[in-house]
């Protein structure tokens, strides 16, 4: 994996994730594809393969670049800034 200066940035331990599934899926009545937890604040939003790209959105209004795979036995993180896997 590549190392990004975001990854010195966040908060240890990870922050607890707020939610169990993508809340502004639930909202919307849509059912996300899969899951991305926010290494900053731990918001739980949707993949860009889901129909609203929540955690995407929540990058775009936060500025918060990493999120890592919320899905049992992944354990990758993205970074939204640098565009890869770190």
């Not at 991305?36 to 918001?43: D, Q």
Request: hydrophobic content about 35%; glycine content about 6%.
């Amino acid at each position: 994996m590549i190392e990004c200066s975001h990854l010195a940035e966040l908060p240890r331990p990870e922050p607890a994730a707020l939610s169990v599934t993508c809340p502004d899926c639930e909202a919307a009545g849509s059912h996300p594809v899969q899951l991305r937890l926010c290494l900053v604040c731990g918001h739980v939003g949707c993949c860009d393969s889901s129909p609203y790209q929540h955690a995407t959105a929540h990058f775009e209004e936060t500025g918060h670049a990493v999120m890592r795979a919320y899905e049992p036995g992944q354990t990758w993180r993205w970074c939204y800034v640098d565009k890869h896997i770190v």
